[in-house]
């Protein structure tokens, strides 16, 4: 039982990765059975889903998989997506995608695979999806649109961000993959198209030096003033860090952008409860939203790796504050143990849902993407202690007997299941539980960075010597 295996973790390190590993055999095998080649199961139905993000493109369960499987060892099951990749992985859709959503998770799982096994196969195959992603640069400023058509290569916003704007998250999550990108093929065009994303934003002006979400691609200014490290800004902020740490620590300017950023939101985001917690309010125009998305929550984790190569009098501060925050993301998982897609601290809330519509759980990994950096980066062992306690829950509330299903309301005990086995809880959630169990020295921080769908990526060392020595490193 889980219970069993809990009281084990303190003499046996070897039961708790054992458990994640058998997790992600369900999941996987019940994908497998039910959804094979869809992009994600649905585990009540037993059927798949394509749905509308990847542009035709088909099988995101598998590609998010192939380093988990391969992580953990799982090769029969990393054969048969490897298998997948080369039979029927087909990239000539006529879709609509969405340039982030594929970028994440296609580009980011086809690099990572690559670079764990070396097949040239996810090589090709990523730097054929990478030509295809172009187009949607292709614009006044060169920030590119939201949604592209993988086979004519036309782009446009999404109809929902207002006045056709680009959203700061999505082109701010693209600088780690298509670096590597141009690492992997030899042409400059993906680092330059990363690169003038950049300088425009370094160009323009910054209200408090926050970035705020919204951003036409035609005239390149801000189209409203809501800044939100969750949803709509999150992944931004944390590929500036990963930037910096990505390129051996030499992209000074990532760095400066990043520390510069994480001071504006300090001085103008980060909020103490009357309960003492420390939490991350959004701004809107100046007014301040009380309320933290679960999405927030991966800046616990975030704001620790970048706590070193801080100015050395902040360096204890930052991590700190990332204790802080992963504290309060915890302090949201309850009673089920399970979290909120998103909580507030006002009218006496204290990192709890007060809107019926924000109780929801869809499997995600932000909290405890945090626990895992906050294991490696203290060995405290309050993190695996409550990772352990999300592992339960999961097996408790969210396993059901074809897969796991998010959860509709986290503050009730009698779960009402959505029937989705979300890609990224293959990709990321059941990947940082099997880190924060196993030993530091698998996927180590100093030679990998993730992308934001949890997918490593190599550091690319600056100096040859340093090079021979990754490029011998396999797991
Ligand atoms: C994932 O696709 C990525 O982590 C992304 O950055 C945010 N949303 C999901 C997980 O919640």
């Not at 055999?25 to 139905?45: H, I, S, V």
């Not at 849902?353 to 932000?366: M, N, Q, W």
Request: charge should be negative; aromatic fraction near 12%; include cysteine.
């Amino acid at each position: 039982t889980t219970e069993h295996t809990f009281s084990l973790m303190q003499s046996d390190r070897f039961v708790c990765p054992l458990f994640m590993l058998q997790m992600m055999k369900f999941a996987w095998d019940n994908y497998k059975r039910y959804a094979w080649g869809k992009n994600e199961l649905r585990p009540l139905t037993r059927n798949g889903h394509i749905g509308n993000m990847f542009g035709g493109l088909r099988g995101a369960s598998i590609i998010d998989s192939l380093d988990t499987l391969y992580v953990m060892g799982l090769m029969d099951e990393y054969n048969e997506a490897k298998e997948w990749v080369q039979t029927s992985l087909d990239l000539n859709s006529n879709g609509e995608a969405s340039l982030f959503e594929v970028n994440i998770r296609y580009v980011g799982g086809l690099l990572s695979a690559y670079y764990l096994t070396g097949e040239e196969l996810f090589k090709n195959k990523v730097v054929e999806l990478g030509e295809k992603l172009l187009p949607a640069f292709n614009t006044p400023t060169g920030i590119p649109r939201g949604v592209i058509n993988l086979g004519s290569g036309t782009s446009w916003s999404w109809g929902w961000a207002s006045a056709g704007s680009s959203i700061l998250a999505e082109f701010g999550t693209l600088h780690l993959e298509f670096v590597h990108l141009t690492q992997l093929s030899n042409n400059p065009i993906y680092t330059e198209k990363v690169m003038n994303i950049r300088k425009l934003l370094n160009k323009i002006e910054k209200p408090h030096g926050l970035y705020p979400n919204f951003l036409s691609p035609v005239s390149g200014n801000w189209v409203q003033h809501h800044v939100s490290i969750g949803g709509l800004g999150d992944s931004f902020y944390e590929y500036l860090i990963k930037s910096y740490l990505m390129s051996d620590k030499t992209d000074e300017d990532a760095k400066t952008t990043y520390y510069n950023a994480l001071e504006a939101i300090e001085a103008n985001l980060v909020q103490k409860s009357p309960g003492g917690l420390t939490y991350m309010a959004e701004w809107r125009g100046g007014i301040l939203d009380h309320k933290m998305g679960h999405l927030a929550c991966f800046s616990g984790g975030m704001i620790g790796i970048g706590a070193d190569d801080g100015a050395p009098e902040k360096r204890q501060h930052y991590l700190d504050l990332a204790a802080e925050i992963t504290h309060t993301c915890h302090e949201s998982y309850t009673p089920t143990k399970l979290g909120p897609e998103a909580f507030r601290f006002d009218s006496g809330a204290e990192a709890t849902a007060t809107r019926l519509s924000d109780r929801y759980y869809i499997l995600r990994p932000e909290v405890i993407e945090s626990y895992m950096y906050m294991w490696r980066l203290t060995h405290d062992p309050k993190y695996r202690e409550w990772g352990w306690e999300a592992v339960e829950a999961l097996e408790q509330h969210c396993r059901v007997d074809s897969g796991f299903s998010g959860i509709r309301d986290v503050y009730t005990t009698t779960v009402s299941h959505d029937n989705m086995q979300q890609s990224f809880f293959l990709s990321e959630t059941l990947k940082y539980l099997y880190l924060l169990f196993s030993d530091d020295d698998l996927l180590p921080l100093e030679d990998w960075v993730f992308n934001t769908e949890a997918h490593p990526l190599p550091i690319i060392r600056t100096n040859c010597l340093q090079n021979e020595a990754t490029q011998d490193k396999t797991l």
